[in-house]
């Protein structure tokens, strides 16, 4: 018996160090796991779910902007096309830019502000205040300028929007 628990003793120690260096090794494993899944889930954040996030603000500034854009057009030709009154340019003109400046302070706070949207509202509002009203050339050569950009941007949102595809007719 007594050679049995002598051979045993060391055995047992040598089990007790293989399982202590398992532990190790198991723990090595798990801390590998998690610090590989933590890089995925950010690069699957950075490429995924982030360029989805800045797409929809884009998204809902261009909204936001679109509906502004469509509001000034209209105050330009009712009062350009005002039958009751002597229709004025820079009345009109002042309309235009009211709303279409809603819509750009509006859709800037909605916007990535990295992105191209943020800095095209960041153009149209540098234009405005380049925007001289002393007299009428000046009135319509800023309107011009203001209403191309405006378009510009129009543009650039209509490529943001969702489009419905034409259904297969029967």
Not at 42 to 59: A, E, R, S
Not at 75 to 86: I, N
């Amino acid at each position: 018996m007594s050679q049995a628990a002598t051979t045993n003793k060391p055995a047992s120690k040598a089990g007790a160090a293989l399982k202590k260096n398992r532990s190790w090794t198991a723990a090595i494993w798990v801390l590998i796991v998690v610090f590989a899944l933590a890089i995925g889930g950010t690069i699957f954040y950075g490429m995924v779910v982030q360029p989805q996030i800045l797409h929809n603000k884009d998204l809902a500034a261009c909204k936001t902007f679109e509906y502004n854009y469509a509001q000034g057009q209209l105050a330009w030709v009712k009062e350009a096309t005002a039958t009751k009154h002597t229709p004025d340019p820079k009345v009109a003109v002042d309309n235009y830019l009211a709303h279409l400046y809603v819509g750009v302070n509006k859709g800037y706070s909605k916007a990535d502000p990295n992105g191209p949207v943020a800095k095209s509202f960041q153009q149209l509002a540098l234009s405005r205040l380049q925007y001289d009203s002393s007299n009428i050339t000046a009135i319509q050569t800023g309107f011009q300028t203001i209403d191309s950009e405006a378009s510009t941007l129009k543009n650039y949102c209509d490529t943001l929007m969702p489009h419905a595809s034409p259904s297969p007719t029967k």
